[in-house]
């Protein structure tokens, strides 16, 4: 497991990735999508593996695209090289994945962040989709999953001016699940991963594709989705654990079954 641009770790159940192109502020080049997505592929395939954690470094989780390996692009060859396409297999993990987000979020960084399913923040993260300041707009779900995530309005303002907002104002937005002290990001990301890697996986899947149907679909046909998904885990071992620990005032023992 030998990757070139981001460290990866198991630490229990949980599988780490930290973005790791310093020199670059962790820009998304072809490179770390690869790594990113073979890392998080592995995990997601792991069944001992029960929640993911991605993370940057203090001054940057990633600062979007790798502006200067697109630079000099065409069209032609951004669209028959699937450039970014490999990103919606990181978006498709059934593993929740926990952004844990200090400095700058910024472009595809943002973006990649809204392809997890939580975003911890430290109070000194920024996030944004710059994009227009380059002459472009956001191209790996920043106009489609702000939205979802913000409304429209503070979407627009954000995409339209590249203007960015800090973390108190992304919390109020709703774009993070919770901003904590910078010093205290990875402790808390590595609770709350080892808080959901401690369920049973079969309970987590279902309820990360309930979610993602959420965002994807009408009410009712979420609701019908949300119903089978429900009435499936009945038959796992687990969920008469679970139930049969409630009725015994104990913990559960899972088994993943
Ligand atoms: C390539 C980048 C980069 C990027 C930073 N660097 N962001 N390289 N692509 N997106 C490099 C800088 O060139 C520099 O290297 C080094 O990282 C440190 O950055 P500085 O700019 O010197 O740091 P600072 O002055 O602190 O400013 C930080 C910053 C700024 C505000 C985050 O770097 C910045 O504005 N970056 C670009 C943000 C952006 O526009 N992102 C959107 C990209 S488009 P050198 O070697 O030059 O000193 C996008 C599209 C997504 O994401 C959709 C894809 C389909």
């Known amino acids: 497991d030998s990757y070139e641009t981001i460290l990866v770790e198991t630490r229990g159940r949980v599988g780490w990735i930290t973005l790791n192109r310093p020199e670059a502020l962790n820009a998304l080049n072809t490179q770390i999508m690869r790594d ?3 890392a998080a592929s592995a995990f997601d395939a792991d069944e001992s593996i029960g929640a993911i954690v991605l993370t940057g470094s203090e001054r940057a989780f990633a600062a979007g695209a790798d502006i200067k390996e697109m630079e000099s692009k065409s069209g032609l060859e951004m669209i028959m090289g699937d450039h970014f396409g490999e990103w919606a297999r990181f978006a498709a993990l059934r593993t ?10 910024l472009g595809g960084g943002c973006e990649l962040a809204m392809m997890c399913d ?3 923040a430290a109070d000194t993260a920024k996030f944004g989709q710059p994009e227009i300041n ?5 191209g790996m779900g920043g106009s489609q999953r702000l939205i979802r995530a913000v409304g429209y309005y503070k979407a627009a303002e954000l995409v339209l001016t590249g203007r960015m907002m800090d973390a108190a104002e992304a919390e109020r937005s709703g774009l993070v699940s919770r901003v904590v002290p910078a010093a205290d990001l990875l402790s808390e990301a590595s609770k709350t991963a080892e808080t959901i890697a401690s369920k049973s996986l079969p309970s987590v899947y279902a309820a990360k594709a309930a979610l993602d149907a959420a965002m994807e679909t009408s009410l009712a046909e979420g609701l019908r989705f949300e119903r089978h998904a429900f009435a499936a885990l009945f038959d796992t071992a687990d969920q008469k654990e679970g139930m049969s620990a409630f009725r015994e005032k104990r913990s559960p023992d899972f088994q993943n079954r």
Do not use: E, Q
């Open 36 to 38: 990113v997505v073979a």
């Open 96 to 105: 929740p994945v926990i952004a844990a987000v200090s400095g700058y979020a």
């Open 118 to 120: 939580i975003i911890l």
């Open 134 to 138: 380059l002459g472009v707009i956001p």
